[in-house]
């Protein structure tokens, strides 16, 4: 373990662990709390060091649009970077259905389940998630996810912390079979289980966005 102490209101520390050959970081530093998440400067610089290519932020501040109308806009296999920073509690969610004048019919624990099958559908091979929440199970293995980078971002006081867990996709996107009808079989989104896990990843050296990005993910990295 590598310890580093920092400026007065910083804790760092460092933990690098060796899973199935893979270097994971894991780093807690503290920040003042802001419901804009993408503002608060560790979570801020973190976004930076992973951004490349094509970023999907489906979750932006404030809400604009239900995520499933937002995800069904790209391609699957497509996003280079996913920003999956969704309500945190079923509070918050209907906090956000209402504030836009939505109606919200499900609160039930399975829709994260579902918008994280959603969203991990639109990631190609090698692709990063970053999720941020008051958990660290992210996408997880079973969709062919490993863990790369955690970050624990401390606010003091009765703040929960925020965890971002910054994940790879390991498994292949192959064709959606047909069945005998000629429509997509059961599952719309299949892996190739037999897929090699990537190398360590290391920061992008290209830190430019894409100009096709939308909007909401440039309204929250304002003033980062």
Request: glycine letters at 8%; a positive charge; aromatic letters at 8%.
């Amino acid at each position: 373990m590598e310890k580093r102490f920092g400026m007065k209101k910083e804790i760092h520390f460092a933990v690098k662990t060796i899973l199935r050959g893979i270097m994971m970081m894991i780093n807690r530093t503290w920040a003042m709390p802001n419901k804009r998440t993408f503002q608060i400067k560790p979570i801020g610089e973190l976004i930076k060091k992973y951004k490349k290519g094509l970023i999907l932020d489906p979750f932006p501040f404030p809400y604009k649009e239900d995520v499933f109308d937002y995800l069904i806009k790209f391609k699957d296999g497509s996003a280079d970077v996913v920003l999956f920073d969704p309500p945190y509690s079923p509070r918050q969610l209907k906090e956000c259905y209402d504030n836009k004048g939505m109606v919200l019919h499900d609160t039930k624990s399975s829709l994260w389940a579902k918008w994280k099958d959603e969203v991990a559908s639109k990631i190609k091979p090698g692709g990063i998630c970053i999720s941020f929440g008051w958990s660290s199970n992210g996408l997880g293995k079973t969709r062919g996810f490993e863990i790369v980078e955690i970050l624990l971002v401390a606010h003091g006081g009765n703040h929960n912390d925020t965890i971002c867990v910054v994940e790879r996709r390991t498994e292949q996107l192959i064709a959606t079979p047909l069945n005998s009808k000629g429509s997509p079989s059961e599952n719309s989104l299949n892996m190739d289980l037999t897929a090699t896990a990537s190398p360590t990843p290391k920061c992008p050296s290209d830190t430019s966005l894409n100009p096709n990005i939308m909007f909401n993910l440039r309204d929250n990295l304002a003033g980062v």
